[in-house]
């Protein structure tokens, strides 16, 4: 079973992107994600059961318990991680992001290939199996590195040029700022304004006023009218 949630190129990415790491080695799920610092804006595509799911509960909370998240490897030059890396089998079950997250999915192993620009993480494959007996072993793992520059470099030639279009036609027509583009690229997930306020790391009152702002610039009264509008510009 899979989902895709983008269309066009980006989905032919995906698609290329999920069909390659099955061919090389065995996973129960995969999941692909355009990752900002500090925000997961759920601009991702997932295969496998409860990716979905697991995707929208680990974007409202649990991120910030995973060891593996993206912000605890900004400063290093680590391309693949994996739960066995970081601590026995016994010590990962013992954590919170296992016995709240992992475990009710259905899911015991995690691999996350990271993609970097600049230095800086933009996007995380994240590799599940069910199987405790199953983990991803120093072979696999070196498979992994050796494919990820391949990867990291169809990423920066095909999908986020796509990206950096929107932004630049919503900066360019609407007169956005960048932290207002970032307000908005989340907002278009249907994120709630909790979340958004969160993830964003700033309070209620400056999300709405930069809210405020971008309704203002687009035209529009409210998150539904703001997501209606935009996603027609932006097909």
């Given amino acids: ?48 059961s409860n990716v979905d799911q697991m995707t929208e509960r680990y974007a409202r909370k649990f991120w910030q318990f995973d060891p593996m998240h993206p912000t605890n490897f900004e400063d290093k030059d680590t391309l693949v991680v994996t739960n066995s890396m970081l601590m026995t089998d016994f010590a990962w079950q013992k954590t919170r992001i296992f016995q709240e997250f992992f475990k009710p999915g259905g899911y015991f192993h995690d691999a996350d290939v990271f993609f970097r620009q600049e230095g800086r993480i933009i996007a995380v494959l994240t590799l599940l199996r069910n199987d405790p007996l199953q983990f991803f ?6 498979l992994l590195i050796k494919i990820q520059p391949f990867i990291q470099y169809s990423l920066s030639n095909v999908y986020l040029p796509k990206r950096v279009h929107d932004r630049t036609s919503l900066s360019a027509t609407y007169d956005l700022t960048v932290r207002e583009l970032d307000v908005v690229e989340l907002a278009l997930t249907g994120a709630s304004n909790k979340i958004l306020s969160k993830q964003l790391k700033i309070s209620m009152p400056t999300l709405r006023t930069h809210m405020q702002n971008i309704y203002t610039k687009v035209g529009v009264h409210s998150n539904s009218e703001l997501i209606s509008k935009l996603m027609t510009m932006l097909k």
């Fill in 137 to 142: 072993t120093e072979r696999e793992t070196q």
């Fill in 1 to 48: 079973m899979s989902d895709f949630s983008k269309s066009g190129i980006t989905e032919d990415f995906q698609i290329e992107l999920f069909g390659l790491v099955q061919r090389l080695l065995p996973v129960d799920a995969i999941r692909f994600n355009i990752y900002v610092p500090h925000i997961d804006l759920n601009q991702d595509a997932g295969f496998g």
